[in-house]
DNA sequence: CGCTTTTAAGTTGAGCACAACACAATCGTG
DNA sequence: CACGATTGTGTTGTGCTCAACTTAAAAGCG
């Protein structure tokens, strides 16, 4: 509880640093996806799906960590460009499943090289990859749990 | 340069966890900063004239990572809230110079309590949040300079 | 000095993120 | 079964982010 004023700034230059990275990690994705037409959100989508197809909204949100209010638009551009299919499921009409087409299976081929063009503009080695991650989903899972509306819910 | 198809998915991982971390980190900062006013991009701006008053809009640019498309708008929000001023320098009248008004300069006693409240959900020994910081920066720093867009300027 | 180039900010348009709200379908309980 | 609560998705409004373009001022150069 006895914090100096430097580990104030230093928190403060953690949360900028995680800002900062983040935009420039989507502005690398932006690149790599351009010739596949497709945003760094949607490309997450999209990965989703590839490992298992159909996803409710739902799933996705929770995999995402994303709401309806962002994802509703966003699947109905995936769905304008043909990557995927919207519809209502049987059992219960609210749930929209969300499904690749056959386009947006086949996009998976185009997509292969990303990951590789990543892993070498982050270059780090597997041990530093697996350290970083883990304690930046550390501070992430910390967070989300200090978010006062977020605990507020009792679910 | 053998990298395994693992080590392609940790780097996406990875990737994932930043943007996660972010969007949390700001959802923190939302629920901090939502007594003040401001947002998180608005408060980084006011950070940097907490420690220099006045500025020019690309000196905060160059600090922030942003460009005049996202710093326009965000600083006429922070003019109309009356917490910075921004006039044309007189030297250059390309230049204009953001300065903090006496209720901008106010506003630092309110925030005082922000950093404390950050330090406290991240949870991190100073030794760790120095080494996070450091190689978080280092990931950005490098995934900046491979972005082709950035390089092809002749800078 | 004129004229081109460069530079600083601003504008526009598309997409993301999220709060707040709307609404219909389903569930739960009496 | 009825009816209030919950759930799943969508909509609206505000703000951020960036690419591409515009405009005006300044700098550089023949």
Known sequence: MTDTPDNLRLNQQLCFSLYSASRALTGLYRELLAPLGVTYPQYLVLLALWEKSPLTVSELGAQL??????????????????????????????????????????????????????????????????????????????VRTAIPTENAKTR
């Open 65 to 142: 960590q994303l709401d309806s209010g962002t994802l509703s638009p966003l699947l109905k551009r995936l769905e304008l460009l043909g990557l995927l299919s919207r519809n209502r499921a049987d059992h219960d009409e609210r749930v929209v499943l969300v499904a690749l087409t056959e386009r947006g299976t086949a996009l998976r081929a185009e997509a292969v090289t990303v990951p590789d063009a990543i892993t070498e503009a982050i270059g780090l080695e597997r041990a530093q990859l697996i350290g970083l991650r883990d304690q930046v989903e550390d501070v992430a899972d910390r």
